[in-house]
T-cell receptor, first 113, second 110 residues
Framework: GAGVSQTPSNKVTEKGKYVELRCDPI?????LYWYRQSLGQGPEFLIY????????DSGLPNDRFFAVRPEGSVSTLKIQRTERGDSAVYLC???????????FGPGTRLTVL | QQQVKQSPQSLIVQKGGISIINCAYE??????FPWYQQFPGKGPALLIA?????SEKKEGRFTISFNKSAKQFSLHIMDSQPGDSATYFC?????????FGQGTRLTINP
């Protein structure tokens, strides 16, 4: 079956611009996660959704970052006033409720010039 | 604060050899310890995982050894193959949030 998909695969933007990154989880997965992976590092947790609500957003670095999941399926990560330090691969993962395995998408590589 | 420390950063092993990657954690609230494999340009893929009430888990050529008292766990890859060349991440979970190690770039020489 289809895995987690993320669009776009690459995004280049200028400092100060607004960007949206999209994640389509595996069908039926109620839990959705966003992570950020900087070059040469492990993924870092950003936010976790259970259904439509953000169950844990403790990893969002500041108020320029926001994520939504209005219908409990697709999620969008929104970054306002982008900075060069936001450049990274943004990974999305999903899982079935009350199960262990998080399935990751291929990521969106964001480059802020 | 680095909650999961992984070593080595890079590892070169001859084909057929054993690859060993180590991780240590600090928080005793972690309840699940997965290992992920990542190829360039791809997302991490679950390789094998263990819970802290088990000391060892084996799946094919991959084995996790877990030492709860020492707060350490390791991945062993037996009969390493060139196709195993990738970056490996250990992780630990607390309340659905995965905390990852820094990664180990593994190269298997043919």
């Amino acid at each position: 079956g289809a895995g987690v998909s993320q669009t776009p695969s690459n995004k280049v933007t200028e400092k100060g611009k607004y960007v949206e990154l999209r994640c389509d989880p595996i069908s039926g997965h109620t839990a959705l996660y966003w992570y950020r992976q900087s070059l040469g590092q492990g993924p870092e947790f950003l936010i976790y959704f259970q259904g439509t609500g953000a169950a844990d957003d403790s990893g969002l670095p500041n108020d320029r970052f926001f994520a939504v999941r209005p219908e409990g399926s697709v999620s969008t990560l929104k970054i306002q006033r982008t900075e060069r330090g936001d450049s990274a691969v943004y990974l999305c993962a999903s899982s079935l409720a009350n199960t262990d395995t998080q399935y990751f998408g291929p990521g969106t590589r964001l480059t802020v010039l | 604060q680095q909650q999961v420390k992984q070593s080595p950063q890079s590892l070169i092993v001859q084909k057929g050899g054993i690859s060993i990657i180590n991780c240590a954690y600090e928080n005793t609230a972690f309840d699940y310890f997965p290992w992920y494999q990542q190829f360039p340009g791809k997302g991490p893929a679950l390789l094998i995982a263990i819970r802290p009430d088990v000391s060892e888990k084996k799946e094919g050529r991959f084995t996790i050894s877990f030492n709860k008292s020492a707060k350490q766990f390791s991945l062993h890859i037996m009969d390493s193959q060139p196709g195993d060349s990738a970056t490996y991440f250990c992780a630990a979970r607390k309340v659905q949030k995965l905390v990852f190690g820094q990664g180990t770039r593994l190269t298997i020489n043919p």
